[in-house]
T-cell receptor, first 114, second 110 residues
Framework: AQKVTQAQTEISVVEKEDVTLDCVYETRDTTYYLFWYKQPPSGELVFLIRRNSFDEQNEISGRYSWNFQKSTSSFNFTITASQVVDSAVYFCALSESGFQKLVFGTGTRLLVSP | DVKVTQSSRYLVKRTGEKVFLECVQDMDHENMFWYRQDPGLGLRLIYFSYDVKMKEKGDIPEGYSVSREKKERFSLILESASTNQTSMYLC?????????FGPGTRLTVL
């Protein structure tokens, strides 16, 4: 069975701090996809990144970076030099090959104060 | 840009009412999904559809039904709304391995 665990319910940081959001997943499949979504106060889910299970290269996009480690079944997300606009709920999700649905973690609320 | 729209951002209904939540996507995607989001539980899949007139139950289908008469439109139906269906409802459409979400409907059942 698929499962995604985001153990951090809420994180509070001060602007310009770096912050890492943890994501641990479980799957029996060898081919799968991992995702991160951002949900700002407006409510709409914004896609951030997709990773397939065969690509363990870390990715950097501006202030965002992702660390995918199959050995620990983790797909962590780091925001460098956080800004107030980063305040949102962040969801990690998993999709197995051949399956249509996404399984979401429970989300991590990030509060960035000035 | 992919556009997924939902008929209402906020909705208030009474217990026992029949409720329709509408979702429309403009990218000719075959797969569409309905989720509900509750604090501490994340997003949970209610129903999804592979194509017109095809549907599959998700993880929490009880108390809900769906309709997909046209490819672009996927409706979620609460036959007899109950207070425990008060939630945020999110619709999505899928292209390859990415899902595109609508803005959500916050439903309150009194």
């Amino acid at each position: 069975a698929q499962k995604v665990t985001q153990a951090q319910t809420e994180i509070s940081v001060v602007e310009k701090e770096d912050v890492t959001l943890d994501c641990v997943y479980e799957t029996r499949d060898t081919t799968y996809y991992l995702f991160w979504y951002k949900q700002p106060p407006s409510g709409e889910l914004v896609f951030l990144i997709r990773r397939n299970s065969f690509d363990e290269q870390n990715e950097i996009s501006g202030r965002y970076s992702w660390n995918f480690q199959k050995s620990t079944s983790s797909f962590n997300f780091t925001i460098t030099a956080s800004q107030v606009v980063d305040s949102a709920v962040y969801f990690c999700a998993l999709s197995e090959s051949g399956f249509q649905k996404l399984v979401f973690g429970t989300g991590t609320r990030l509060l960035v104060s000035p | 840009d992919v556009k997924v729209t939902q008929s209402s951002r906020y909705l208030v209904k009474r217990t026992g009412e029949k409720v329709f939540l509408e979702c429309v996507q403009d990218m000719d995607h075959e797969n569409m999904f309905w989720y509900r989001q509750d604090p501490g539980l994340g997003l949970r899949l209610i129903y999804f559809s592979y194509d017109v007139k095809m549907k599959e139950k998700g993880d929490i289908p009880e108390g809900y039904s769906v309709s997909r008469e046209k490819k672009e439109r996927f409706s979620l139906i609460l036959e007899s709304a109950s207070t425990n269906q008060t939630s945020m409802y999110l619709c999505a459409s899928r292209w390859r391995n990415e899902q595109f979400f609508g803005p959500g409907t916050r439903l309150t059942v009194l």
